[in-house]
Nanobody
Framework: QVQLVESGGGLVQAGGSLRLSCEAS????????MGWFRQAPGKEREFVAA????????YYADSVKGRFTISRDNAKNTVFLQMTSLKPEDTVVYYC????????????????WGQGTQVTVSS
């Protein structure tokens, strides 16, 4: 069982930056690929970025490539999402998730989820 708790969301102006954090419980954190997703009301949960268990492989949605960076600190059981050049369309709830799958990109590939953190980007 893995419990995930996100933090770091908030209100920022367009062009600004935010760093989201997600702390995981348990001793097997490094076994999991960790991902970030986001979801707007009435829409499907959308893949944002993911990082392999070792941190050596990272992949991103095209919509955030070059603006967002995912990283992890296995010693602290934490995954981060550094968001820069934020746009109003980035305004949604962000979720972190854990998967034992291989290069998972779809929300159904992830077994554990955090409660979400709201990011609001003002124009």
């Amino acid at each position: 069982q893995v419990q995930l708790v996100e933090s770091g969301g908030g209100l920022v102006q367009a062009g600004g930056s935010l760093r989201l954090s997600c702390e995981a419980s348990g001793r097997t954190f490094s076994r999991y690929t960790m991902g970030w997703f986001r979801q707007a009301p009435g829409k499907e949960r959308e893949f944002v970025a993911a990082v392999s268990g070792s941190g050596g492989y990272r992949y991103y949605a095209d919509s955030v490539k070059g603006r967002f960076t995912i990283s992890r600190d296995n010693a602290k059981n934490t995954v981060f999402l550094q968001m820069t050049s934020l746009k109003p369309e980035d305004t949604v709830v962000y979720y972190c998730a854990a998967s034992l799958g291989t290069y998972p990109r779809h929300y159904s590939d992830y077994e554990y989820w955090g409660q979400g953190t709201q990011v609001t980007v003002s124009s």
